[in-house]
């Protein structure tokens, strides 16, 4: 039954976006902010349906550590579920996403008026520069700069090596940093069907402005595994199961697939 309830969501999810995107289209292009609310609105209906359909939940910890102003948001990557969930967590996230994203119907669309930070994971320095000088404007606009630092999905309990761009980002925009692990992968999973729980999301201490890039690397990389590997612990003893999990297929980040 909990197969043929994942497999009416992902419909309702593959189906109603497309639509709901196109539809309300002309009022999102009346400004960012109102795209903002359209994208907002979206992603509560979707959560209901997630609830209602297949029993999952979120939880968020740790919301004493985020900070007031512009901040990165560096985050464990585990499924799809957090390029939405992001939307409802943050105020106004700007996610840093490659660059091909931003030509795909509907998703590319309004990744462009919301002003989602794209990068060209090809051009090396001149990328590297591009993305630093968008993220500034997000910043002093007062928004969440979101990264994934291993640039890939991982499964719950298992590292990818942490990517030099959010050490970029920490030295050029000069705000705190967020640490930020989840759980997600235990529940929303690709490829198979969705297993009811609660998500849990938390929010670790800001690491200040202002420490070299090996130490921001390690005190970050520390911070979000900690955080994580627990998180996973929780989950795995909540739907009673033991031992790591495997990753066997890391994706790319940024892609908005299940």
């Known amino acids: 039954m909990q197969t043929v309830r ?51 939940t979120y939880e968020i910890r740790g919301r004493e ?10 985050s464990k990557h585990q499924a799809m579920w957090e390029t939405v969930s992001y939307f409802q967590i943050l105020g106004d996230p700007a996610f840093v996403l490659k660059r091909e994203l931003m030509i795909l119907p509907v998703y590319g669309w309004y990744s462009a008026i919301l002003g989602m930070i794209s990068i060209n994971r090809d051009g090396k320095a ?18 969440e700069v979101v ?10 309990g298992t590292k990818g090596p942490y990517q030099p761009g959010v050490a970029a980002l920490y030295k050029h925009l000069n705000v705190p ?13 690709r490829g198979k069907h969705k297993r009811p ?10 690491i ?22 627990k998180l996973a612990d929780e989950g795995r003893q909540s739907l009673g199961e033991d031992g790591p999990v495997v990753a066997k297929d890391p994706v790319s980040s940024g892609l908005p697939a299940e």
């Open 197 to 206: 729980g609660t998500i849990i999301v938390e929010f670790g201490k800001p």
């Open 126 to 143: 001149k990328a590297l520069r591009a993305m630093l000088s968008q993220a500034e404007k997000k910043c002093a606009q007062g928004r």
């Open 65 to 74: 550590n985020v900070p007031e102003g512009a901040a990165i948001y560096a």
């Open 177 to 189: 940093c967020v640490p930020m692990a989840l759980n997600s992968g235990l529940y929303w999973r």
């Open 208 to 229: 200040a402005p202002g420490l070299s890039r090996k130490s921001f690397m390690k005190t970050l990389e520390t911070e979000i595994e900690t955080m994580a590997n």
């Open 6 to 56: 994942s497999i009416l969501f992902m419909t309702i999810l593959y189906v109603y976006t497309p639509i709901m995107g196109v539809v309300a289209l002309p009022i999102a292009l009346v400004s960012r902010r109102v795209a903002l609310a359209t994208v907002k609105l979206w992603t509560h209906i979707l959560f209901g349906a997630l609830k209602v359909l297949c029993g999952i």
């Open 147 to 156: 990264i994934f630092p291993e640039g890939t999905r991982m499964a719950p």
